[in-house]
């Protein structure tokens, strides 16, 4: 199977770490396509993005007006690229010159399957929420507060550790796979998305798994701290879709109004804290 790997990067205001992200993926093995797909930045990203472009054919860039969603501009980057491998890039994410090649191998060796790998910050802190259960709608019920947490502890006797779900960050597939289940979901704007397509590659066969082995530095939310708001509201919205989809149906009536009450009373105990913040 052809090794091409195309990585696609959605941003939004993402100027502060978009040049380093770009560097690094230029640098990786077997990427042979790097697509931009930006979701109306005002800042200097469509700057920086251009200027890797004229220095590196392999770079396009695409220019949304407005922003459409993380999902819809990911199926963007995917059908102006043609490689047989897909890999989804945070803008705020820095991969090492082998990661991607290396994912790749374990994927050609599973068959289908989505892919990620550890992800630290900047001072080399894991992130404990990469591996991922799905969203357990009745323990929302009985802790508005804490039954949405998904985080699930990394396993150090697994190199390759299957989960539900994985952060959206970093994930890699095939384009076979992508296409059969039919790519990202654009009904989601912000959040929740990747859980979705995680739970859709399961439910088509596949495997999701995390290479405990791999690791980038992820630097965290940089185009979310400046609309806390609204990255709350997605969110939570997309959790509401999330159930609609996939549980609602084997739900009655009055547990699907309890869901859709906690998922917002969830959402309500956070906007002290969030104003806190803001002033």
């Known amino acids: 199977m052809n090794p091409a790997i195309a990585a696609i990067v959605v941003t939004y205001q993402s100027g502060s770490t978009i040049d380093a992200c770009l560097s690094r993926l230029r640098q990786a093995q077997d990427v042979a396509q790097i697509r931009v797909v930006d979701n109306g930045s005002q800042d200097d990203t469509l700057e920086i993005v251009q200027r890797h472009a004229s220095h590196d054919p392999r770079v396009r860039f695409i220019g949304n007006p407005d922003n459409p969603g993380f999902a819809a501009a990911n199926n963007q980057g995917v059908a102006d690229s043609s490689s047989p491998w897909l890999a989804f890039i945070n803008p705020d994410l820095l991969v090492e010159e082998d990661t991607l090649a290396a994912l790749r191998e374990r994927a050609l060796a599973l068959g289908d399957c989505l892919l990620g790998v550890e992800q630290v910050d900047e001072h080399g802190f894991a992130d404990d929420a990469v591996r991922r259960r799905d969203p357990d709608f009745l323990a929302m019920l009985r802790s508005p507060g804490r039954g949405g947490r ?20 970093l994930l890699l ?17 912000l959040h929740a998305e990747d859980l979705d397509l995680c739970r859709r590659v399961r439910d088509a066969g596949g495997v999701v798994a995390i290479a405990n ?15 806390p708001f609204f990255v709350e509201w997605h969110k939570h919205r997309g ?6 989809k996939f549980e609602a149906k084997q739900r009655s009536a009055p547990v699907r109004v309890l869901v859709w009450g906690a998922i917002w009373a969830h959402a309500l105990m956070l906007v002290p804290r969030l104003l806190r913040k803001a002033l």
Do not use: N
């Not at 690791?215 to 939310?221: D, Y």
């Open 213 to 227: 082995d791999l690791r980038v530095t992820h630097v965290r939310g940089v185009s979310s701290r400046s609309r």
């Open 173 to 189: 597939m095939s384009r076979a796979l992508f296409d059969r289940i039919g790519g990202w979901d654009a009904g989601y704007r």
């Open 239 to 244: 959790l509401w879709r999330y159930f609609s």
């Open 150 to 169: 998904l985080a699930i502890p990394r396993d150090p006797a697994q190199a390759l550790q299957r989960v539900p779900a994985l952060s959206g960050a």
